[in-house]
């Protein structure tokens, strides 16, 4: 139960890093010399590139076109995102603090 609790929050903060990652590269579009937003955007982008490498290694692949293939072809072991169990939902009064 401890593991599937690791593995849910740490997909909780690799989609929450993303989502602020997409929206700080929108607002560098309109502000490219803004050296504080592009800062925040590197550093998102490393933390979630570091989510991403401790999530793939503990609980398997995130995206099939990235997969590693050895004994057998593990993106089928887990949920896909249109299936309710890849999706989740933030409790009622949960927020996010991010950087």
Same mark, same amino acid.
């Given at each position: ?23 700080? +590269?929108?607002?560098?579009n ?8 592009? @800062?925040?955007? /590197?550093?998102?982008?490393? =933390?979630?590139d570091?989510?991403?490498v ?15 293939? +050895? ?5 089928k ?6 299936? @309710?169990s890849? /999706?989740?939902?933030?409790? =009622?009064g949960e927020?996010?603090?991010?950087l």
């Amino acid at each position: 139960m401890e593991r599937d609790c690791e593995k849910k929050e740490l997909l909780k903060k690799i989609t929450m890093l993303d989502f602020t990652a997409t929206d700080l +590269g929108l607002f560098l579009n309109t502000h490219p010399c803004d050296a504080r937003a592009l @800062a925040c955007y /590197n550093e998102t982008v490393r =933390e979630a590139d570091r989510c991403r490498v401790h999530y793939e290694a503990d609980f398997g692949p995130l995206c099939g076109a990235r997969s590693l293939g +050895g004994d057998d072809w593990p993106w089928k072991d887990e949920p896909w995102p249109w299936q @309710a169990s890849f /999706n989740f939902s933030l409790g =009622e009064g949960e927020t996010y603090v991010g950087l």
